[in-house]
């Protein structure tokens, strides 16, 4: 069944190693691209200040929470392919995907606690080498 914008049916899939299929996804972070903005403003100015993006896009990481399981290693360091599938939408076949190539450099265990589901915190870093590709679905 088609979903709207609830996140249910989002995948993340990796390239190279099998982590992410071994593991269940709890949570991705918000996905945030900027640019940097400069002062454009000339000395003749008189009442507002001018600006002008920058050329290069900075993606930040993404956090993906995930349900712990201790036999399970994040593959630290090594570049490789991630591609981000999110849900289709009514009427559409295919979900929009988020691909580049990235990185994890760094993995939180998670509190340990009677009664409690381990939740780990892996970060994953797309490196700008190639991508990341936005596609809407179709």
């Known amino acids: 069944m088609a979903r709207g ?11 190279t190693s099998t982590w992410d299929t071994a593991i269940r996804i709890k949570k991705i972070s918000t996905i945030k691209r900027s640019r940097p903005v400069y002062d454009d403003t000339p000395l003749s100015a008189t009442d507002d200040v001018e600006k002008v993006a920058g ?10 929470e995930y349900y712990r399981d201790h036999d399970l290693t994040v593959p630290f360091g090594a570049p490789e392919t991630g591609t981000i599938t999110f849900p289709a939408k009514v009427a559409q076949t295919n979900g929009a995907t988020l691909v ?5 450099a760094e993995d939180e265990t998670g509190d340990i606690d009677r009664g409690q589901r381990g939740v780990g915190v892996a970060v994953w870093h797309f490196d700008g080498k190639t991508g990341p590709t936005y596609t809407a679905g179709s």
């Open 100 to 104: 580049g190539t990235g990185f994890f």
């Open 5 to 15: 914008h609830d996140g249910a049916g989002t995948t993340l899939v990796l390239a």
């Open 55 to 64: 050329l290069l896009t900075e993606h930040d990481a993404l956090r993906i």
